[in-house]
């Protein structure tokens, strides 16, 4: 594809943000936020306005390819982000401050893409974040603070993924 055929897939007034496809190639998941009451709404816009956007809850959504079909996978009160499909296309991984009532930490959870059997996979006093799978499905990639040598750092950890 030489980029001329684009199209406008979401069109809500709020934030759409980090797309990965399937692999299939069917389905797209992304992370959204929408502002839905008056005072939400006012709020972003004036933000937006700055070229700003405030750290909210983001919650992962799903869609087809050509934009139908979208459907809000996750419902709590969360900063999800950084979905990626497992290799069978039928849940995904994401990460999420959901379990830390700071809203510090972050975890890595995987949900099925109806958003049923939410699964928390990793359990960390710190970052768990970014994860993906090898393009076969054997491995499993993220990022996180774990064995940082001063604070801050970040690192990569792979490992073989089982089923």
Same mark, same amino acid.
């Given at each position: 594809?030489?980029?001329?055929? &684009? %199209?406008?897939?979401? +069109? @809500?007034?709020?934030?759409?943000?980090?797309?990965?496809?399937?692999?299939?190639?069917?389905? =797209?998941?992304?992370?959204?936020?929408?502002?839905?009451?008056? &005072?939400? =709404?006012?709020?972003?816009? /004036?933000?937006?306005?700055?070229?700003?956007? %405030?750290?909210?809850?983001?919650?992962?959504?799903?869609?087809?390819?050509?934009?139908?079909?979208?459907?809000?996978? $996750? *419902?709590?009160?969360?900063?999800?982000?950084?979905?990626?499909?497992?290799? +069978?296309?039928?849940?995904?991984?994401?990460?999420? *401050?959901?379990?830390?009532?700071?809203?510090? *930490?972050?975890?890595?959870?995987?949900?099925? =893409?109806?958003? $049923?059997?939410?699964? @928390? =996979?990793?359990?960390?006093?710190?970052?768990?974040?970014?994860?993906?799978? /090898?393009?076969?499905? &054997?491995?499993?990639?993220?990022?996180? *603070?774990?064995?940082?040598?001063?604070?801050?750092? $970040? +690192?990569?950890?792979?490992?073989?993924? &089982?089923?």
């Amino acid at each position: 594809s030489d980029g001329s055929d &684009k %199209r406008m897939l979401t +069109n @809500k007034l709020g934030y759409d943000g980090g797309p990965f496809f399937s692999h299939d190639g069917n389905k =797209i998941v992304w992370r959204a936020y929408y502002p839905e009451t008056e &005072k939400e =709404i006012s709020d972003y816009t /004036s933000l937006i306005n700055e070229s700003m956007i %405030r750290p909210m809850n983001l919650q992962i959504r799903v869609m087809n390819t050509d934009g139908t079909g979208k459907i809000q996978v $996750t *419902n709590n009160e969360g900063a999800n982000f950084a979905p990626f499909f497992f290799p +069978n296309d039928e849940r995904i991984v994401f990460c999420s *401050n959901l379990s830390d009532p700071d809203g510090r *930490n972050f975890d890595l959870w995987a949900v099925n =893409i109806d958003g $049923t059997n939410l699964e @928390k =996979i990793t359990d960390y006093d710190g970052f768990d974040g970014f994860p993906m799978f /090898s393009p076969n499905g &054997k491995y499993f990639v993220f990022a996180s *603070n774990r064995n940082q040598s001063k604070p801050g750092d $970040t +690192n990569i950890f792979l490992a073989e993924w &089982k089923n």
